[in-house]
Structures are given as C-alpha cells and as structure tokens.
C-alpha cells in the first residue's frame, strides 16, 4: 500500500513537471513539491548514516486545496519524507482542514494544521521555501519535527491593521499530535529506556544476580498540544519582530521484560514540553534578508523514574542572505544551542560520565542557492560544527561522537 | 581584494538593471474603486486585506515571473519577484492561503481584469488602454 502511494505521487511529479504549473479542475487546485538531496558528513553521523553519504535526504508533496466560497476552504496535504530511518517515504497526511475566514482579523481552521513556530517552522517541510537545506537546527531540531510540525485540533488566526504602526498577525492552537515510530521523538525516548535498562543490568550484575532485563514495547501518547504566535510588521518594508509560544505533553508507556521469568513490567515516564518560546527578528529587502532568532525551552523529561532533563535549553542563530544576482544568493549563518543555559561548558554532562560537548552544538554554515526558474531550486552547503548536541548520539556508536565535524548537502527541488 | 570589489560592484549593478519597466495597477472599468493607498495595495497582494469597501471579494491577479512583476514586486511590496512567489507558495504549501492566479503577460492580464468587476492586477503602463481603469495610488513616492 506505501509503495503504491510513494508509485502515485512520483508518477504524478513526473508528469506534471511537463506542465510546470499546478492543475485546475473546477475550483480544485492540484500542486507539488519533491526534492532530492546529498549529504555528506566527516567525523559524526547526523540524522543519517552521512559518513559514507547517503541520498535518504527528499521530500514529496501533493496539494489540494478547494474554495468553496469566499469564506470557506477546503485543503489536504500528502507528504512523503526520507532523512535517515525517519520517514522512509511512507505516504501521511501532512496537513488537511477546513478554513473559515470570518473576517480578514478572524479565521479559524479545524483539523490538522501546521504549527506556528518561530518564523518559519510551517514551512520546514518544503525545502523551496528556505535559502538552507535545513533551518537552523537550534531552534528547528529535525528530531523534534514529528512533535512541533502540525497538530490536530483548532486553529485561530487573523490579521490586525494598526494604521500607520504596521500590522499584526496572530495565532493561536490546541491540538494534539500522533508520533511516528521512526521519529527522532520516539527513537530518542526508547534510546533513553534502553539505557536505563542497560544500566540496571550492570547493577543487577555486580550484585550477582542471574536476572536480565530488556526493553519489550514501547509506546508515545501526546495528551496536548496548545500555543500562540504574534508577528508585528512594523512600517518599515520588510522589517518584521515575532514572538511564539508552544507547550505540549506527552506520556511514555514502556514494557520491561524479565529475561529468566518472562515477566512484564509495565513502567512509564512523561515529556513535559514547557514555556518552549521564539523571539524573531527578519529584516528582508529585494537584495538581502537578515534573520535571528532567540529560544528557551524547558523540557522536562523522565523516563522510568529517572529524570533525563529538566534543564533550561538556550537556542540562536543569525542568518544573512545576500541576492547577488536575481536567482542567485548566498547564506551565512552562525547557529548556537546549549542543552543546559546555566552550564554552558557542559560540566553536567561530564559528571555523568559523557564528554562535555554534549552540552553545546555551534554551527557554522554557508549556502549558495541558485532559483533556476520558478520552478526548480538548487542548493549546495557546507557546514562546520563543535559539539554533539540535539541527539548527535542516536545516530553514532556510543561513546563515538566527535567534538569537530562537519558536513555539506547537495540538493535540487522542484515545485509546481 | 580589488578583484573581489569589482564583482561585487557588477552584481549589484546588474541586480539593479533588472527593475526598469514601468507598470501601474489596474482594475475592472466598473469597480466603484478609483485609487488606493500603499498599505492597502501591500495587503492586498499578500492576502491580508480579502475584500473592498462594498464587501465583494478581491480577486486577484499576478503575472508570471517577468519584467512587470519585477517591476511591480520591488516598487509596491518592496520584495524581489522571487521572494514575492516564495510567499505565496508558502501560503500554499502550508494551508494558510491560495495563492493569486498567475497570468502569462498584460494582454491576458487585461482579458482577466475586463472580465471581473472585482478584480485587481497590474500591467506595464504602455499596455494601459480602455479595457481597464488605471488604479491610482495616493501616497506612492
């Protein structure tokens, strides 16, 4: 059934790429997406196997969208991914809703919808749409995609004029979310259970005991999803600040299994999603856009009775695109995270036995993007990091992280 | 280093040389509306104002990627062409908005606006005739 779907939306981007324009039927409008990428890292593994290379980099879109009458909108989006062991193409439902818009101050939509994070969070999906291949990882974590990219619930927007001031757009959402069991969420959880396991093996070893213990099932239930966003645009063409706000909850059901008696034990853990908020800033003119963002996040996680953080993270980064030519720009951006924001050295870290740049990731990138018509898109990058932060182990052999790597993403994308 | 400054110069100049068409704001020769202002023009082509004063829906329409856009992109929302489409498949692709409908040149440009009373685009202004009505804009530099 996924190979038909994956069968289906290739075919159709194969097709329609001879019309290079969306399809129209009778107020149905039918577009696309796919993008192809490469990447390739030096010393870690991030999100893929990328120290030997690796193509699981694309995404694939299909877009429906219907207005039925002035007010009213009807939408769904396909979506089918690859990065890693995270995706795999398998076909979702990325997004699907109805849209009333009261008033140009007041909408609401009701279904699955993306998430209104920082600035550029609902468009993470769509490579097109950014001047990197990934937006900066500090703030846009790929691991956490499957909790912050959309929720199923309500969803309140609009735009309000302030005369000469500018205007603002707002929105506001409560929802929940379904995880994917191949999502950096899950797999980091389940990552963390196994350890704990492994431990209490060691434990039950030194203290002479026959009995062994392993991880048996493992599930992640989100309770709730809710959050706002605000973005002034002031009068100066182009300047615009934001402010968004996400809070979510999430419980862990996990299954231990007693490998001498065969016997179950059911144990659970919690992810408390909390005061998780973005301060933006872009400044954008037809040659160059310049855009930071600043975040804090308390994620409370435990796991088994056993707390894997509650400290305070702290995420920036600054970006500058400069248009060099009408379809050709080049990007530099500086992206900083810190796992615990009162320990910047990762003391933390080593006390409990693991290297201290697993308290930090700093990212040094710089991109060209060549916009060969409307329709396609190329990107080459390169990127120079420090640190093992945001999950670096789950995609590397224990204790085989490294402090200094990097790495460099070919891709192409097309649209229509 | 002086290498380096000459081409930067080139790029910025050639950049530049891109904008040169002139375009003005149409509409249909019965819409009651007879100008706008800035603000509104910006709101009206990145979906944030849906309606004229009377209540009839705007419809709008863009052309595709050319001198005119260029033109009007830069000189009204103060965006390149590509950063102007980039918003409007972001729109799409995200659920948040349909994007206008994209017209291949003036002359369909102006077979559109002629046929809807409601509607609203822009043209180069050598292509201005009879069929549409010159929008003016009141606070334009």
């Known amino acids: 059934?996924?190979?038909?779907?994956?069968?289906?939306?290739?075919?159709?981007?194969?097709?329609?790429?001879?019309?290079?324009?969306?399809?129209?039927?009778?107020?149905?409008?039918?577009?696309?997406?796919?993008?192809?990428?490469?990447?390739?890292?030096?010393?870690?593994?991030?999100?893929?196997?990328?120290?030997?290379?690796?193509?699981q980099l694309n995404e694939a879109g299909l877009t429906i969208t219907s207005q039925i009458d002035s007010k009213l909108r009807l939408g769904v989006q396909f979506l089918s991914r690859d990065l890693g062991e995270e995706g795999n193409n398998e076909v979702l439902l990325d997004w699907a809703f109805a849209d009333y818009r009261y008033r140009d101050w007041l909408g609401i939509r009701l279904g699955k919808a993306k998430l209104p994070i920082g600035l550029y969070n609902e468009g993470r999906d769509s490579d097109f749409l950014r001047p990197m291949a990934f937006l900066p990882q500090s703030i846009y974590d790929e691991n956490k995609r499957n909790l912050l990219v959309a929720a199923m619930g309500a969803h309140l927007y609009g735009n309000i004029p302030?005369?000469?001031?500018?205007?603002?757009?707002?929105?506001?959402?409560?929802?929940?979310?379904?995880?994917?069991?191949?999502?950096?969420?899950?797999?980091?959880?389940?990552?963390?259970?196994?350890?704990?396991?492994?431990?209490?093996?060691?434990?039950?070893?030194?203290?002479?005991?026959?009995?062994?213990?392993?991880?048996?099932?493992?599930?992640?239930?989100?309770?709730?999803?809710?959050?706002?966003?605000?973005?002034?645009?002031?009068?100066?063409?182009?300047?615009?600040?934001?402010?968004s706000w996400f809070e979510g909850t999430s419980d862990f059901d996990i299954?231990?299994?007693?490998?001498?008696?065969?016997?179950?034990?059911?144990?659970?853990?919690?992810?408390?999603?909390?005061?998780?908020?973005?301060?933006?800033?872009?400044?954008?003119?037809?040659?160059?856009?310049?855009?930071?963002?600043?975040?804090?996040?308390?994620?409370?996680?435990?796991?088994?009775?056993?707390?894997?953080?509650?400290?305070?993270?702290?995420?920036?980064?600054?970006?500058?695109?400069?248009?060099?030519?009408?379809?050709?720009?080049?990007?530099?951006?500086y992206d900083v995270f810190y796992a615990d924001k009162d320990d910047k050295d990762g003391d933390g870290f080593v006390a409990k036995g693991m290297p201290d740049y697993y308290g930090w990731r700093k990212d040094l990138g710089v991109g060209v993007r060549y916009d060969v018509n409307y329709n396609w898109v190329l990107k080459a990058e390169y990127h120079d990091v420090n640190g093992a932060s945001l999950n670096l182990p789950l995609y590397n052999l224990p204790d085989a992280t490294q402090e200094d790597w990097n790495y460099y993403i070919l891709k192409a994308s097309f649209n229509f | 280093?002086?290498?380096?400054?000459?081409?930067?110069?080139?790029?910025?100049?050639?950049?530049?040389?891109?904008?040169?068409?002139?375009?003005?704001?149409?509409?249909?020769?019965?819409?009651?509306?007879?100008?706008?202002?800035?603000?509104?023009?910006?709101?009206?082509?990145?979906?944030?104002?849906?309606?004229?004063?009377?209540?009839?829906?705007?419809?709008?329409?863009?052309?595709?990627?050319?001198?005119?856009?260029?033109?009007?992109?830069?000189?009204?929302?103060?965006?390149?062409s590509q950063q102007f489409f980039t918003y409007w498949k972001k729109a799409l692709f995200t659920g948040t908005g349909n994007p206008p409908i994209i017209l291949g040149n003036d002359s369909e440009m102006k077979a559109f606006i002629s046929a809807k009373t409601s509607s609203i685009g822009y043209i180069s202004s050598d292509a201005l005739d009879g069929s549409v009505k010159e929008l003016k804009i009141i606070d334009k530099d």
Not at chain 2, 11 to 37: F, M, R, Y
């Open chain 1, 1 to 55: 059934m996924r190979k038909c779907w994956v069968l289906l939306i290739c075919g159709a981007l194969l097709v329609i790429p001879c019309l290079a324009a969306a399809i129209d039927l009778n107020n149905i409008h039918i577009n696309g997406f796919l993008s192809q990428g490469y990447m390739n890292s030096s010393s870690n593994n991030f999100l893929a196997d990328s120290q030997n290379g690796t193509f």
């Open chain 1, 162 to 243: 302030c005369g000469t001031l500018g205007d603002i757009d707002y929105q506001a959402f409560y929802g929940e979310i379904n995880f994917d069991d191949d999502s950096g969420q899950w797999r980091a959880v389940e990552l963390n259970a196994q350890q704990i396991i492994s431990k209490r093996n060691q434990i039950l070893q030194s203290q002479g005991s026959d009995v062994r213990l392993a991880l048996d099932d493992f599930d992640i239930d989100n309770d709730w999803v809710y959050g706002a966003s605000l973005i002034y645009n002031t009068p100066l063409d182009g300047l615009r600040f934001g402010f």
């Open chain 2, 1 to 80: 280093m002086k290498t380096i400054c000459y081409i930067a110069f080139f790029l910025l100049i050639a950049a530049g040389a891109c904008w040169a068409e002139d375009v003005v704001l149409v509409t249909h020769p019965n819409n009651q509306i007879n100008s706008l202002k800035m603000q509104e023009v910006k709101n009206i082509f990145l979906g944030k104002k849906s309606s004229w004063a009377d209540g009839q829906n705007i419809v709008v329409f863009i052309q595709q990627d050319n001198g005119a856009t260029t033109t009007f992109s830069k000189e009204y929302l103060s965006k390149s």
């Open chain 1, 255 to 333: 299954k231990v299994l007693n490998l001498s008696s065969g016997q179950v034990t059911e144990e659970d853990g919690q992810d408390r999603n909390k005061h998780f908020w973005v301060l933006s800033l872009e400044y954008a003119t037809p040659l160059f856009t310049i855009a930071s963002e600043y975040s804090e996040s308390q994620p409370i996680k435990k796991v088994m009775g056993i707390t894997i953080s509650d400290q305070t993270t702290q995420s920036w980064y600054g970006m500058l695109t400069w248009r060099v030519m009408e379809q050709v720009s080049l990007s530099l951006l």
